[in-house]
């Protein structure tokens, strides 16, 4: 049986591009080239002096990149907190702008084979990168009911996280859960009968967000990305993050407030009897509110309706010291 893929359509493009204020001769990163939407809209918007680097950890994203035929773009397989050596290793120091789309693409939530969906049995692996780290498939086979709980819990918001972890640990001691449909009809059968208000969503979309989260370490990435992305921009330099849950924006929005402050987010700064003009200036600036896919963009493809665009700019000031994270 066939499953046919759907193209990706990227999110909030031209509010992308006019939020990386491209410079025509400047260096930009995709850091999540995904099908590279964000990626071809920056190379429309460069001029013949301009680059661009993109970074996938996935490898259909690295075979969607290779036919991107032209000379201003580089293009390498890498988690996106490994972005200083990925540019260390092309001979750049600073660049004009990165942006950050943490949404997975359609064509990987459509795949059976990769498992990150209900909706077609497949295996329940869930790495973006499968050749990095375990699948979905080993977490539940080794992690017991408490680690199981939090992580439904943290990662998926689940209220019935106690009730599915218990449901998991007993059916795996019966056979292995190793297929998507098989781990969809444990949560539907421990969540049971659901309030009204949640009728609209599948029992199981909360667990297979959580376990996506904690298999590919998607907030551990963002949390070291983010400080390392505004070490490497220029001043002026614009840094954009499009986040699709509560638990992303949630670490970019307190991430820039931190960062805009003249102590640049250091309470230990925050506590001495300095005065706020003698204070080291903030490394970031926040730019514009946070913006909205339109009515007509969500129409158009539904899949963007939990799209959030967040942008701030490096100012002239140095970064604090302990701002980078060493891990």
């Not at 890498?78 to 120091?93: N, Q, R």
């Not at 009809?185 to 009204?196: K, S």
């Amino acid at each position: 049986m066939s499953h046919a893929v759907a193209a990706h359509v990227p999110v909030l493009v031209a509010e992308t591009v006019a939020a990386l204020a491209i410079v025509p001769d400047g260096i930009y990163v995709d850091a999540t080239f995904g099908r590279g939407g964000h990626s071809r809209a920056v190379l429309a918007a460069l001029g013949p002096a301009g680059r661009l680097v993109a970074l996938d950890r996935d490898p259909d994203a690295a075979a969607a990149a290779a036919a991107v035929d032209d000379s201003r773009f580089t293009f390498r397989r890498a988690w996106f907190s490994e972005l200083p050596a990925v540019l260390a290793a092309l001979g750049v120091e600073r660049v004009h702008g990165i942006l950050l789309d943490l949404g997975i693409s359609s064509p990987q939530i459509d795949d059976p084979a990769r498992g990150f969906s209900f909706r077609a049995d497949g295996p329940l692996d869930m790495r973006m990168d499968p050749t990095r780290g375990e699948s979905a498939a080993a977490f539940l086979a080794r992690a017991d009911a408490r680690e199981l709980t939090e992580v439904l819990r943290d990662y998926g918001e689940e209220r019935l996280a106690q009730s599915i972890a218990r449901a998991v640990v007993a059916a795996r001691a019966v056979t292995p859960i190793v297929r998507t449909r098989q781990l969809a009809a444990i949560v539907a059968q421990a969540v049971g009968a659901r309030p009204r208000r949640d009728w609209s969503q599948d029992p199981a979309t909360r667990t297979f967000q959580a376990l996506r989260i904690c298999v590919n370490r998607e907030l551990a990435e963002l949390a070291l990305t983010l400080p390392r992305a505004v070490s490497l921009l220029h001043e002026h330099g614009r840094l954009a993050v499009i986040s699709f849950h509560s638990l992303e924006d949630r670490i970019v929005k307190r991430f820039f407030a931190a960062a805009s402050l003249p102590w640049g987010g250091d309470a230990r700064l925050a506590r001495l009897a300095i005065r706020t003009d003698a204070l080291p200036g903030a490394p970031l600036a926040p730019v514009g509110r946070a913006q909205r896919p339109s009515a007509a963009e969500v129409a158009a493809n539904p899949r963007s309706r939990s799209a959030t665009l967040r942008v701030a700019e490096r100012t002239a000031h140095p970064l604090p010291a302990g701002f980078l994270p060493t891990a």
